[in-house]
């Protein structure tokens, strides 16, 4: 019986894999006869993606855009909002080319189309996964219906520095949860099958070190060894390329003085070779011509580097069109490459199902009724309530109802900035502030009263470079004190005090670092005049990026963490204050005392003269004037209730080649609320060929429990987890001695020893 069972499994396996060939097969006889079938001029315009240029609903034929995609000159275009428009682009293309190939939409889909989630930093706060995993195919599905097929997202580019803007694009300083998060968005974005009318390709980017930009400064000069590449920086890609990304985006930075635009080893050798990647490469927005710049030739041949690296696709720059003709008559290029570039993008085509239906993503119906959705919303509601982190919390959250709340601050009643950096879709109009969201819940079980208290910044220029692309905060053209007596005068009365403070929206994101990362003055001094009225306060702190908060984790009673929370911002952080939902969060991304510690980060390496006793300590390794903590450690958020760790069991403290380790703990909601918790596994590998960070994540199970609830959490350790890649960049474990830890975050972890040999 099991053995016939066996043979019939394995018969269905051959015919699925029988069907899968011949699937593949035919889509690769299609784009085969296709290409035979195109002029040289039509491949290059395969390889060319423009941005969007604005045209009138209706004229599409007279748009700067119609005459270049008449000419064949066009593989795609990015960043248009309409449905409507992209239909008659697409059947323009599909009526007036010889060949009538269909145009690849894409767009800058990074944390939601119109529904949108908080920022992926703090996405990657929920530690959640199968909830990232939903806002990405929310976000899939509304785009699909409006037209798109193509996002640039998930961004894993790891970084440990605060000051770099794009901090809150990505996922914090963790490779292994950035892996996870990787792997969860691209299955969000792309589902199962690419060619169904509500998925859509999924570009991880910045490939690669983008983060790693010297100073925090964007777009600058990365530099590391392999090893570090390797271990920690590299996985994430790598993880996107192995949930099936299908395309990638290399980043705008250098690697080994190469950009990586043009950098053969890191497209053809690591990206192409060693990680079996089989989609397509699109540069970043002008990479490819920039490379003048970094000084690697003129405009010829920096196209020429790029597709000799394996770049297929160049965004805005227009330098495959209008050299690799030329760069090919003269040996620099061959025709073979072309042909390459030009496949990968076809099959990406094929694959999306426009061959067979070039309007497929263009159904106005869906358009009209899937987008912003009452119920996307309210997933998104939830999805941004499980995002927030409660830094601290001296009895004042949550606000208990039947309170007057005074609600102060310039971001209480700025719903633009809701939905943080990166929100093309957005439409920041409809977006729930936080006074809005607020009063609407306390309804008339209290009282909210509301004060600006502050600009954003005292000066106008600072405050305009934070707010920019449909992210006002309208100037009050008061005196700082005039309104900060006002906002004292509103709270006199209150119960208790709740401070909207942070950044704009626009102060990280693209183009966005920053040489200091405290609260801007205007704000600290309006936070520091509530808090010395002695009434209870919590700062609710919007921000893109951990910021120094050593005066507010001194002074304040209460900090809760909101990020960018998206669209229904207001309402879910209503929803957090007043205890409907108990914050879970916990920080991806370590918060530094101050800007001089950066890079401060969990997984760091020991050096030889490790801190081990107190600081300071002369002729250890710490500062004279600031201690090696974070102020707030990777992994940490707190709770309205609290949770209790029992002591760490693993199944056996000498383990040999491939056996398995459990480890368990027992973790028991001892307070009066029901809550969720994030219950963390790291590991110590003692000594090895290189040297090891002194912690590494390996595991994280987010549970909840009911008060008095506790449940047994356990972990599954295989040498495969152990694995590192080597001084040969060889990817394996060494035998020896391991420290396993278990903790509510990186710091304060119970730990047991493990020895495991080969
Ligand atoms: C950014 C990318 C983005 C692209 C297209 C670039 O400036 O670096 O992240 O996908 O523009 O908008």
Redesign the pocket.
Known sequence: MKKNLLLLAALMMSVVAISQTSKDTKRQKFVNDLLAKMTLEEKLGQLNLP?SSDFVTGAVSSSDIAQKVKDGKVGGV??IRSVTKIKELQEFAVNNTRLHIPLLFGM?VIHGYKTIFPIPLGMSATWDMPLIEKSARIAASEASADGIQWT?SP?VDLTRDPRWGRTS?GNGEDAFLSSAIAKAMVHGYQGDDLSAPNTIIS?V??YALYGAAEGGRDYNTTDMSRVRMYNEYFPPYKAAVDAGVGSV?VS?NEIDGVPASGNKWLVDDVLRKQWKFNGFVVS??TGIPEMTNHGMGDFQAVNALALNAGVDMD?VGEGFLNTLKKSMGEGKVTLAQINKACERILLAKYDLGLFEDPYRYCNEQRSATEVFTASNRAEARKIASQSFVLLKNNNVLPIAAGKTIALVGPLADAKENMTGTWS?GAENSKSVSLLKGLTDAVGTNGKVVYAKGSNLEDDAEMQNRQTMFGKDIARDNRSADEMIKEALAVSANADVIVAAIGEGAESSG?SASKSNIDIPEAQKRLLKALVATGKPVALVLFNGRPLTLSWEKENVPAILDVWFAGSEAGDAIADALLGKVNPSGKLSMSFPQNVGQIPVYYNHKNTGRPLTGKWFSKFQSNYIDVSNEPLYPFGYGLSYTKFEYGDVKVSSNALKGNQKLKVSVNVKNTGAVAGKEVVQLYIRDEVGSITRPVQELKGFDKIELAPGESKDVSFEITPELLKFYNGNLKFDWEAGDFQIMVGPNSKEVKTVKVTWSK
């Open positions: 941005a990015f960043n800058d640039f961004m694009e570009c980017k910045h985006m705008f970043d927005y965004m093309v693209e």
